[in-house]
């Protein structure tokens, strides 16, 4: 009796406590030099750092960590791969799906998965967001037409073939959504950085099956000042972080962005990188299990009388 309570207790420790976040990646765009930096963000700090992959990296007159070719808007993580939207082009130009990749050479490029999200003539879709569900394994994201009236609508993107599917009907006249997140329970939260009449930042959720977006409060930052979303899964609690010039903690209840840490040129897009600490505590569970019913199996007892095999 004293084994199995014993092992209860190492099993409740292995699989408790929060998923840790390696780290979380961001793109800081720098607006003076209108380079992007593919940075290491921490998000209990703010500090950054280079991250691993660039030490094979060489740019000659240029950080290692600048990132080439395409300006990433969106990004979100999915089974530890980082996607990202490719902005590069002028205004209402099509979008596309990225992932990142790594060169010698080049350091940071995107290798494209489709050729745009092909959302039919009308619906020009310029990205600025990107958002992963883990309970439906799907990808979301909000188009935004920069022409008059200003409309959003919310598709999701077939993460094989880069292909979008418009959900629902449009949003409000300037509604744009600049940075998007998906929490455990598959609600989307959504940074309404507004445009035009309506410029003030807001803290949305997104009906993902609607497209339907309702405003939870206003961030009370100033505009422009947050451009992306991510949730921390290293927090025990929902821990909800907005970047843009600084990294924020966002109050899910009112909308306020209420814990500044942080300073950096611009968070365009960020996500969480976590790791694969729960898969780990999974695999622990299992082998403590294996070796405790080994060690448990009855073991044969022959009786010296009758010859009869009995088991303790």
Request: charged share 15%; with cysteine; proline share 6%.
């Amino acid at each position: 009796m004293w084994l199995w309570k014993f092992v209860y207790l190492l099993l409740a420790l292995l699989m408790s406590g929060p998923v840790t976040a390696q780290e979380f990646r961001a793109n800081d765009f720098d607006d003076t030099s209108g380079r992007q930096l593919l940075q290491v963000v921490d998000p209990t700090s703010a500090a950054i750092s280079t991250p691993a992959e660039y030490d094979a990296c060489f740019n000659p007159g240029n950080p290692p960590n600048i990132i080439f070719q395409v300006f990433a808007s969106g990004m979100t993580t999915v089974s530890g791969t980082v996607f990202f939207v490719d902005a590069t082009g002028a205004e209402n130009s099509t979008n596309v799906l990225n992932t990142f990749g790594f060169s010698a050479g080049g350091c940071v490029i995107g290798t494209p998965i489709g050729s745009g999200f092909g959302t039919g003539p009308g619906d020009r879709v310029n990205i600025s967001s990107l958002a992963y569900c883990e309970d439906n394994q799907t990808l979301y994201a909000v188009d935004f037409d920069f022409t008059s009236p200003h409309l959003a609508q919310l598709l999701s993107i077939d993460i094989g073939t880069g292909a979008g599917t418009l959900i629902g009907s449009h949003m409000p006249p300037d509604v744009r959504i600049v940075g998007m997140a998906c929490d455990e329970s598959g609600q989307l939260w959504g940074l309404d950085g507004g445009f035009a009449a309506s410029p003030t930042t807001k803290l949305v959720t997104i009906d993902r099956a609607t497209g339907v977006r309702t405003q939870v409060g206003l961030t009370g930052t100033g505009n422009g000042e947050l451009q992306s979303l991510a949730f921390d899964p290293g927090s025990a609690q929902p821990r909800l972080l907005a970047g843009g010039t600084a990294l924020y903690e966002m109050n899910l209840a009112t909308g306020a962005a209420e814990t500044s840490i942080g300073s950096f040129d611009s968070l365009q897009a960020m996500t969480a990188v976590p790791e694969p600490n729960v898969s780990t505590r999974s695999i622990a569970a299992l082998l403590v299990l294996s070796i405790v019913a080994r060690q448990s199996k009855p073991k044969p007892i022959e009786t010296e009388s009758t010859g009869i095999r009995q088991f303790d």
